[in-house]
Nanobody
């Protein structure tokens, strides 16, 4: 099995910054994409950013220029650096990874439990 553990959420003032981390552990053979999604109260979960094993990144229009996704392949960890945070960035942020488990031929998508980000003065 695979576990994804997020950390780094919290309360920040508008204009502030946060860095989220997502560490994957378990019987991991390889990870293709890792990503961050968020869900605000009363809204659907939406993509924030994803990064492939080759380093290609994709961002939601709402966060472009303010957010950077990165990953450490050796540590099976992804990061989300968020700057110039706005109240509308308030949400639970979920980590996502497409993982091939050792001994299996096909990948599976795993989710973390989520970490709360609140942007408020």
């Amino acid at each position: 099995q695979v576990q994804l553990v997020e950390s780094g959420g919290g309360l920040v003032q508008p204009g502030g910054s946060l860095r989220l981390s997502c560490a994957a552990s378990g019987s991991i053979f390889s990870i293709s994409t890792m990503g961050w999604y968020r869900q605000a109260p009363g809204k659907q979960r939406e993509l924030v950013a994803v990064i492939t094993s080759g380093g290609t990144t994709t961002y939601a229009d709402s966060v472009k220029g303010r957010v950077t996704i990165s990953r450490d392949i050796l540590k099976n960890t992804a990061y989300l650096q968020m700057n110039s945070l706005k109240p509308e960035d308030t949400a639970v942020y979920y980590c996502n990874a497409v993982v091939t488990i050792t001994g299996r031929a096909y990948p599976w998508t795993y989710w973390g439990q989520g970490t709360q980000v609140t942007v408020s003065s």
